[in-house]
């Protein structure tokens, strides 16, 4: 049970294993971009390809849902980034209960935005989580938890990779452990625990009042999704790419340096950041060096400061 991009790699690896996948279920399809275009989920996707039935109910906790298990007789049930609630009825239905493999070192960043977090904290390390369902978000007795560092330059997209390909072994071994009876579970430290909420557009802008260091953590943890952005002159400016290089103290969001010989380098609440990548809109990504040899910004002017209603949307 899951949708986004991230569980393609543990439905295809527990495909090609000796278990047999006896149905998919994602959400419904939904019409997506300018053209309203309906665009299959990437679950779904992978399942079509690999041959396995599809179920795509709007709600679970209903009759019509319990049909669909007594056909599909399921032995083991796993949610991987599952929208929906999973009742009580429906997690004790299969003989070998029901489990989650969540992208966090649990009890830490439960709920929707695991791999983001440990990137915005300055963690050193994240990891992946397979546990039990029960009536709480990601408070479920674990099974097996394996971690990875995070790298000095990691962003959102590439943590997402490295742990959507461990969850997908971590999954497998985890399945095997329930087939053969050896599992060992551990309790989760509830007292340690901490949530993450979901993660929209907005969030991406940058106060440049924080420190460099932060604003930098945040720079690299959307990106991708959602990607962070500034305004200059009345238009959204996205920041994909930034380091901090020095001391600062003055107005957070003043130009420092616009050249390209000396960069695009920003005053923050703490610290210089350079921007090394950035995007004008309706415009592709290119270096801010490169993109000031043909546009004009001057030191001394701010960023982050709406001209009319149309930048601040």
């Given at each position: 049970?899951?949708?986004?991009?991230?569980?393609?790699?543990?439905?295809?690896?527990?495909?090609?294993?000796?278990?047999?996948?006896?149905?998919?279920?994602?959400?419904?399809?939904?019409?997506?971009?300018?053209?309203?275009?309906?665009?299959?989920?990437?679950?779904?996707?992978?399942?079509?390809?690999?041959?396995?039935?599809?179920?795509?109910?709007?709600?679970?906790?209903?009759?019509?849902?319990?049909?669909?298990?007594?056909?599909?007789?399921?032995?083991?049930?796993?949610?991987?980034?599952?929208?929906?609630?999973?009742?009580?009825w429906i997690r004790e239905y299969p003989h070998f209960g029901s489990?989650?493999?969540?992208?966090?070192?649990?009890?830490?960043?439960?709920?929707?935005?695991?791999?983001?977090?440990?990137?915005?904290?300055?963690?050193?390390?994240?990891?992946?989580?397979?546990?039990?369902?029960?009536?709480?978000?990601?408070?479920?007795?674990?099974?097996?938890?394996?971690?990875?560092?995070?790298?000095?330059?990691?962003?959102?997209?590439?943590?997402?990779?490295?742990?959507?390909?461990?969850?997908?072994?971590?999954?497998?071994?985890?399945?095997?452990?329930?087939?053969?009876?050896?599992?060992?579970?551990?309790?989760?430290?509830?007292?340690?625990?901490?949530?993450?909420?979901?993660?929209?557009?907005?969030?991406?802008?940058?106060?440049?009042?924080?420190?460099?260091?932060?604003?930098?953590?945040?720079?690299?943890?959307?990106?991708?999704?959602?990607?962070?952005?500034?305004?200059?002159?009345?238009?959204?400016?996205?920041?994909?790419?930034?380091?901090?290089?020095?001391?600062?103290?003055?107005?957070?969001?003043?130009?420092?340096?616009?050249?390209?010989?000396?960069?695009?380098?920003?005053?923050?609440?703490?610290?210089?950041?350079?921007?090394?990548?950035?995007?004008?809109?309706?415009?592709?990504?290119?270096?801010?060096?490169?993109?000031?040899?043909?546009?004009?910004?001057?030191?001394?002017?701010?960023?982050?400061?709406?001209?009319?209603?149309?930048?601040?949307?």
């Amino acid at each position: 049970m899951g949708t986004p991009e991230f569980g393609v790699k543990s439905l295809e690896v527990l495909a090609q294993s000796k278990h047999k996948i006896a149905g998919v279920l994602t959400n419904p399809d939904r019409p997506s971009g300018r053209g309203n275009k309906v665009i299959f989920s990437p679950i779904k996707q992978k399942a079509i390809e690999l041959n396995i039935p599809v179920f795509q109910p709007e709600k679970i906790n209903t009759p019509e849902f319990k049909e669909i298990l007594d056909r599909l007789k399921p032995d083991l049930l796993i949610t991987v980034c599952c929208s929906h609630y999973i009742t009580k009825w429906i997690r004790e239905y299969p003989h070998f209960g029901s489990i989650n493999l969540h992208p966090s070192l649990l009890p830490l960043y439960r709920g929707t935005s695991p791999i983001i977090e440990p990137i915005i904290r300055g963690d050193k390390k994240s990891g992946i989580t397979t546990f039990y369902l029960d009536k709480g978000w990601d408070t479920g007795d674990m099974i097996i938890q394996s971690e990875i560092p995070i790298d000095e330059k990691e962003t959102g997209g590439s943590l997402h990779d490295k742990l959507s390909l461990l969850g997908s072994e971590i999954l497998l071994k985890t399945v095997n452990l329930i087939e053969e009876g050896k599992v060992i579970i551990t309790v989760q430290n509830h007292e340690l625990a901490c949530y993450t909420d979901k993660i929209f557009p907005g969030h991406g802008e940058i106060v440049w009042s924080c420190p460099s260091i932060e604003i930098e953590r945040k720079i690299r943890a959307f990106n991708p999704f959602p990607g962070t952005y500034t305004c200059y002159k009345g238009e959204k400016v996205k920041i994909w790419e930034a380091n901090t290089c020095g001391e600062y103290e003055g107005k957070p969001g003043i130009i420092v340096h616009a050249s390209e010989k000396e960069g695009l380098v920003i005053g923050t609440g703490q610290g210089l950041l350079e921007i090394i990548t950035l995007q004008m809109p309706s415009r592709k990504k290119t270096g801010a060096r490169e993109f000031l040899r043909g546009y004009k910004m001057n030191v001394g002017e701010t960023l982050g400061e709406k001209t009319d209603e149309k930048s601040a949307d």
